[in-house]
């Protein structure tokens, strides 16, 4: 499937692990002062990150424990801090799934393709945009703080949040358009400047995710600007919650492959580095990508099955194009696999399935990142699970869906996202890990931990248990059985595994941070490109056909915004005609 | 050296280009028989009746709902005004329930077993849950709208119901029982 016109150099085949030569590095930046700035924006979008992250973190165990039967929320201690599990959960949701994510992404997909092009961008624009994006998430942080807001993750209408919060949102998340605007233009540019070339791999990679992003948000955007913005303020008497939710679901859907394909970026061209292998074919990552930014968002309505008043030809539409994106998660499964296996035959592994011991697994780097991967395998199956309509209503708004994301952005992207720390924080400020074996204790134990969380929640779900509720004070005894004792007690011993596993990876992450400064972090932790066994080239003119078909990344974005168009077209248009308002309510 | 010791010193190939793209087929060959799989098994279930679709536009025929929407202040001008079993005069049966925070209307709903049951749901203030165990009832309460889906129970006995959509504060309480009782 893959065709390359500039054959890969021949390969001493060794069994010894040789070093690989650098194949490449990021385009040198002379002006210091401007790639110190350029450093300095990215890592205050990752230490952001990771701030909501941890507050994020500390409210789970509570939650796992909840889920075992055992109500912490009396706790004076917690009380102080939290009037209800709802509003821990609110907080829990919004600062992992949002914040944490949108931070880290928000700095990692400008510093690379930046770097990748050697470009020169307007630094007072990037500032600009990290403190608007932050300014919108202190706003949206007061009301949940205060209780103001106390709405869950998806914000559904009718229950009413202050306006504060819905602003602030907005201005967070609209923020990242801003990104959008500022990596698409510097490729832009690049191209005008480079006619005839192909774009570079980890670019190409970052503008199709900021494009698919582009057409995820404008749901989002538009639920909270048109609908919930002038209803919280008064201005308009109510909102109809079925069209929120629908407008909602248009992101919400498509924002977790906004969280996926960052963790994809490295996993492609960075982890055969840290292997000691290669990424196995460049246009093949091409394809993949550009068949997440065509197929990501058309596909929503998976998550309203249970919906009244939405046709089931469309709920049957979106479903087949939700199974349609299994196949760019496959590809990337195969992919990644075949350079992992380079990697352990480049170091003597043999066997079928023996070469993988010859990977680091020492490497909190590497194994952050293939445990990462492994997650995924049981988190994608469930989701196809999710994803079918005959499942769902079995599936729907039980503890399996928890159990599900748990191992997909909690693991899958999230424990990606801390093993990328581990090199990207040395190599942005200079500092060092303050020790390799914390830093593994904290990726193997997360991956354990959410294992074990995965397994008490999916069966928890199969047994009746609902979500995001306080099951631990419910006044019945429905959640009492003994059928769910078993369940129960793996997924309390899930909620203290993972915080002794959070306690030790911000114990490295703030480690790092608070130490000295040894030097400017390029030579001691480069950005970790790998060598390709099928390059893409550097010539359209004699790249294979995938690579000049996948070249064209501005008329894919339009195709891209077109189906998402057809496939919510028809459905919000019914919605519009058939509109009605509902006042709101304040419940919590 | 033996010939497995020799083996065990032997270089070991690598992957390159022309073998990674055979390896690369064969695994879109396996990623497509698994799509084309899930496809079908979709279909089946369309087929076989087991696929639990709701009614579409529900409540047509339903005083003061239009297109499958109504007013949930004016709950009391619509069939939910009286929440529970319905004898219609063609003897089919239908089922109203209201989702109130944080109660269900009726408290505790009384069907028979072995014949279809139309059930209609709405809420009269949030967003709410209507969650049948050991059933595959399973639908959203959304003030303002009427789901609608139509069962028949095979089994006699008690079912929980729970709401599972989050309305505030006293959310898991908001738990029932169902009973349904053996046909006559």
Known sequence: ?588 | MTKSQRHLTDPVPRLEHHSLEQIENIWFGIAAVMSFLLFMSAFASFISGTYPGLNGASGHHLAGVVNGRLDPKLLAATPFAKPGLHQNPDGSLDVFVVTRAFQFEPAVLHVPAGKPLTFYVTSADVLHGYSVDGTNINVTSVPGQVASFTTTFRHAGTYNTVCNEYCGIGHHNMVTRMIVDPPQ
């Open chain 1, 1 to 588: 499937m893959t065709t390359s016109p500039v054959p890969s150099p021949p390969r001493r085949a060794t069994s010894v692990a040789a070093p690989l030569p650098r194949v490449q590095q990021a385009p040198a930046i002379q002006d210091t002062a401007y790639l110190a700035s350029l450093k300095k924006v990215t890592q205050y979008y990752i230490v952001t990150a990771f701030l909501a992250l941890f507050v994020g973190v500390m409210i789970g165990p509570l939650q796992a424990l909840n889920y075992a039967g055992i109500n912490l929320y009396d706790n004076p201690i917690v009380k102080a801090l939290l009037k209800s599990y709802y509003q821990g959960l609110s907080l829990h949701g919004v600062l992992n799934a949002l914040v944490f994510t949108q931070f880290f992404i928000s700095g990692w997909m400008l510093y690379l393709p930046v770097r990748d092009l050697g470009a020169r961008i307007n630094m007072k624009f990037a500032w600009f945009t990290y403190v608007l994006m932050t300014a919108g998430l202190l706003m949206a942080a007061v009301s949940l703080l205060s209780n103001r807001a106390t709405l869950l993750y998806t914000f559904y209408p009718p229950m009413e949040g202050d306006a504060l919060f819905y602003i602030g949102a907005a201005i967070m998340v609209g923020s990242s358009l801003l990104v959008v605007g500022q990596v698409v233009s510097t490729w832009w540019n690049w191209k005008r400047a480079n006619p005839g070339r192909v774009t570079p791999l980890v670019t190409f990679m970052s503008v199709a995710t900021w494009m698919m992003w582009a057409v995820a948000s404008l749901g989002i955007v538009t639920e909270v600007v048109v609908l919930l913005i002038p209803w919280s303020l008064g201005i308009t008497q109510g909102v109809d919650p079925l069209l929120s939710k629908t407008l909602f679901w248009w992101t919400g859907h498509a924002i977790v492959y906004f969280w996926v394909l960052p963790a994809y970026i490295s996993w492609y061209a960075f982890v055969p580095h840290h292997a000691g292998g290669r990424t196995a074919s460049e246009p093949l990552t091409r394809l993949v990508f550009v068949l997440f930014l065509l197929n990501s968002t058309p596909v929503g309505i998976h998550h309203q099955y249970a919906d009244p008043n939405i046709s089931n030809l469309w709920k049957t539409i979106h479903m087949f194009l939700t199974f349609l994106i299994a196949i760019p998660s496959l590809l990337t499964a195969f992919s990644v696999a075949a350079s992992l296996e380079d990697a352990a035959r480049a170091r003597g592994g043999r066997g079928l399935v023996g070469w993988v011991r010859k990977l680091p697994w020492g490497n909190p780097v590497f194994s952050a990142q293939v445990l990462a991967m492994i997650s995924f395998i049981p988190g994608g199956a469930g989701g196809i699970v999710n994803a079918s309509s005959s499942f769902s209503p079995v599936v729907h708004n039980t503890a399996w869906i928890p159990g599900h994301f748990h191992i997909t952005v909690a693991t899958a992207t999230a424990l990606t996202f801390m093993g990328i720390s581990l090199w990207l924080i040395p190599h942005l400020t200079g500092k060092r890990l303050p020790s390799v074996k914390i830093a593994s204790f904290g990726v193997w134990s997360w991956f354990f931990g959410m294992m074990l969380f995965a397994l008490g929640m999916h069966w928890e779900g199969l047994l009746g248990v609902t979500r995001r509720a306080q099951v631990s004070a419910t006044a019945q005894d429905i959640y009492h059985t003994a059928q769910l004792a078993l369940p129960q007690a793996i997924t309390g011993i899930s909620g203290v595994v993972l915080l002794a596993s959070a306690v030790a990876y911000f114990y490295v992450l703030f480690g790092m941070l608070l130490s000295r400064r040894i030097d400017d972090g390029e030579a001691a932790a480069p950005i970790p490109y790998s060598e390709a066994i099928s390059p893409a080239g550097e010539q359209l003119a004699t790249a294979s056909p995938i690579v000049r078909a996948t070249e064209p990344l501005l008329a894919l974005w339009v195709m891209a915004l077109l189906l998402v168009l057809l496939m919510y077209g028809p459905v919000i248009g019914k919605l519009l005609s058939n509109m009605q308002p509902v006042p709101g309510w304040r419940l919590y």
